[in-house]
């Protein structure tokens, strides 16, 4: 089983190697390299040589491709292109950010959904099914930004409960944190609980079929405790590939959000980055994009694993 | 000129109904509810009280903003740097300049030689007094070896000689009676004399830093003694990054922030309805859109066609429904009604298909294919106002093909590289600037191609013409030739929108910026 657990963790490592080359060479196919897009239309064929070599750009792809990953793995960025701060002391508040909302959001989402989801397969069609499979799937119909603007406009400025700003602030204590992101942690909920909602029915039910699920009927039990007890552990891992799915989302999938609700999460950095061609920041956001990405998938296939006995002994 | 007869004057030319001038004076009226001494800049018969926290919810900034003036780009940082520093001149709510850190000039004949006083007894928040050494270095930043975009508009200054502690003179290399309203440019903030450490703003301003998050919020506190008597009057500013207009206009309605700049044309009209919101409106001197065509370029080397292409485009149509009304016609030049030299008595060109038909047939080009490029890169209406361009000119018989391209690489690949496509300009602090960048033979921005000898010479002489009456008729003239013989069809210009709660005092239009030339935070005040 150590060997499994530890192939996985390999090929994440290998998977987010992949993606590193990627964003980089995205970078570098990009027209115009960095120089040009900071000397704009300053950019004579002098001043790019020398700008260039001040940044080291005249050297061989690979070599600062190398240079760049290892400051990475080490936390080192560089420096921004266009205010000249150190990019790991911009983004590291951001993503903390991030992460603040996202687990907001996820501890709304997870147990509402993966709740819902076994009551909507113990219900299956019934009233009680029906209506949860409705309401979720209403809300992920829809633009990200409807949700939001909804939200905004009746706990906001139809009622004033809750703020339609959702910034927070260092000096901010955890209580008002909460407060000030509720309607944005809200919205996240709507946009990802559909999808784990009816994977976790699906999944539960599927196994439902099963003939040992048979034989626990016969023996005699109840419906409630048949999925609990016996159809629900068989069923996990692919609720939990899901929800690590829709963690990621949560991570990497906000950026509208964080727009409508004005949060200073990273994906706003990002998207600032990318308006300004500030490349390193926009490769930096990418990579840790990525690593929150990939972690949590190479997390949920160990967590599979180690909860479906199946998988421990690969046959 | 009163900001009244200003108004007069737009709407004497611009054809708009009476409904909206109305509109307009109350505006005005709401903005200044304690008198016309708000509007000429002296001390107001009310005081401002002084107190309270003012939060502006902003957009035109983001994370990479700093606090260096030579990298400024946009509104936020203008905003926060007119609250921490002062400029050297300043121009007031009727477009005038008047003296700011440099408190008064003269000029000799000729208008090369300038001498400005320094303001005595100012402070910097480091306790230096302010001399006319600060000034020097302060413009010295954007001169030389330097990125500045000031860079360009100072490029006239010959020599800067200090006279004495408070004086100093000017040597321009040609004559520039404006060149007060040059010096008002907002990169043009003073620090003390060999100041570098940007992070740590040291400047003249009503407030200090508090908190400076770019891309997040940037919060000053108020100094006290400030040399402005009835400003900075707030103990608190917030200023916060708002980028998504929906977010700032919800923030307004809910009480969060108590000002907010850039509101959205579209639903504008909905939130004059709120009764806790003063809209304050500054009618044509945002952006300048138009169409150019390059004269250079067959056909539009053919002045009658040019003619039909300009009486062919239906600006009211395109300001009503592409803009809501929330825009004032253009004069196919991009000057303002707001400038002190724009030509009142030259009538507003209006839709007329008859004189478009008219000029088309007299050009007999009617084989001739016309073909604009417009794209959302342009502006992001660009697209619509060339589309109600197309059918208004079908019913004066021209034919318009429109091809539509990408927003990415537009002011690279297309802007003065095709001979027909859509622009827009920005505003520029004096006629003089217009003129010569946009419209000069030889200016590498001249996008029409357009040259005219007689215009050439009228702008060269009218620069260093210091006498008023005179220096009118030739920019009346300048405007004149642009309208009629000009490549550019100027069809509408944008107004800014801002957005109040009703407790705050000393919201006026201004014509140089929204949020009262960016300078709420100095000018405003709590009921």
Known sequence: MLRIIATRAVLGVLTLLAVSVLIFAATEILPGDVASAVLGQGATPDALKVFRHELGLDRPAYVRYFEWLSGAVRGDFGVALTNGRIIIDEVRPRFINTLFLAGYAAIIAVPLSVGLGIVAAINEGKFVDKLANILTLMTISVPEFFIAYLLILFFAVDNEWFPSLSTVFPEMGLGERFYVTTLPALALTMLVAAHMLRMTRTSVLSVMSQPYIEMAFLKGLSRSRVILKHALPNAAAPIISVVALNLAYLIVGVVVIEVVFVYPGIGQLMVDAVSKRDLPVVQACGLIFAGAFVGLNTLADILAILVNPRLRKPR | MTELDKLQAIYANGGMSRRDFLAGIAAIGAGASSGAALLSGQALAETPKKGGTLRIGMEGGGPSDSLDPRTYADSIPIAYSLALMNGLVEINNAGKAEGELLESWETKPGATEWIFNVRKGVKFSNGKTLDADDIIYSIGLHTGETKSPAKGILAQIKEIKKLSPNQLQFTLSDGNADFPYVLSDYHLMVVPNGFTEWSKPVGTGGYSLETFEPGVRVVLKRKGDYWKKDRANFDTVEIRYITDKTARTSALQSGQIDAANRLDARTVKLLMKDPKLNIVRTEGTGNRYCFVARVTDSPYDNKDLRLALKYGIDRKKIIDQVFTGFATPGNDHTLDAFYPYYNKTMPQRAYD????????????????????????????????????????????????????????????????????????????????????????????????????????????????????????????????????????????ISDYLDGYSKKVMGAAPHARYDLNDQRIAEKGWFA
């Not at chain 2, 920019?475 to 069809?491: A, K, P, W």
């Open chain 2, 353 to 492: 298909p008859e004189k478009a038909a008219f000029h088309f047939k007299k050009a007999g080009l009617s084989n001739a294919k016309l073909e604009l490029q417009t794209s959302e890169g342009a502006w992001d209406s660009a697209v619509d106002c060339a589309q109600i361009y197309q059918e208004s000119l079908k019913k004066a018989g021209i034919s318009l093909d429109i091809k539509k391209v990408a927003a990415d690489g537009y002011w690279d690949n297309v802007w003065l590289k095709v001979p027909f496509c859509a622009v827009y300009w920005g505003r520029r602090p004096t006629v003089d600037l217009v003129l010569s960048q946009v419209y000069k033979s030889g200016s590498s921005w001249n996008d029409s191609n357009w040259s005219n000898a007689e215009f050439d010479k009228l702008v060269v002489a009218a620069r260093g013409e210091l006498d008023d009456k005179k220096r009118r008729e030739m920019y009346f003239r300048c405007q004149e030739l642009i309208s009629e013989d000009g490549g550019m069809i100027c069809f509408a």
